[in-house]
């Protein structure tokens, strides 16, 4: 098995965040991402990476037909539920994108 940094690159996941409001509520949601984190053994990438992660996810628009010719797929989903339903609505986005890839022979 090939392994980044520990994580299997056929199960790992890439998320980008952004918290928004006063400091001190940027801070509280900060922390709870990190505590989140640890508790599902996730890594934080830090800032850069969250600013990189964050214009790729314009970029994806601009260079799908591009990285598709080279087969490669990527997509930015946007969304809003509550924590209540993130595994739920993780769940059903990847059944919906391994159906959706079977239908089209992949």
Do not use: Q
């Not at 997509?75 to 769940?91: A, I």
Request: charged share 25%; net charge neutral.
């Amino acid at each position: 098995m090939v392994s980044i940094k520990g994580y299997d690159p056929d199960k790992m996941t890439a998320c980008t965040v952004m918290f928004e409001g006063d400091k001190e509520e940027c801070e509280r949601s900060h922390a709870t991402v990190k505590a989140l984190s640890a508790k599902f053994n996730g890594m934080i990438a830090g800032p850069e990476n969250g600013m990189r992660g964050y214009l790729l996810t314009f970029l994806i628009a601009y260079v799908r037909d591009f990285a598709i010719d080279h087969y490669i797929a990527a997509e930015s989903f946007e969304t809003s539920c509550p924590w209540s339903k993130v595994s739920s609505l993780c769940k059903r986005v990847t059944k919906r994108i391994l159906d959706e890839a079977s239908a089209l022979g992949f």
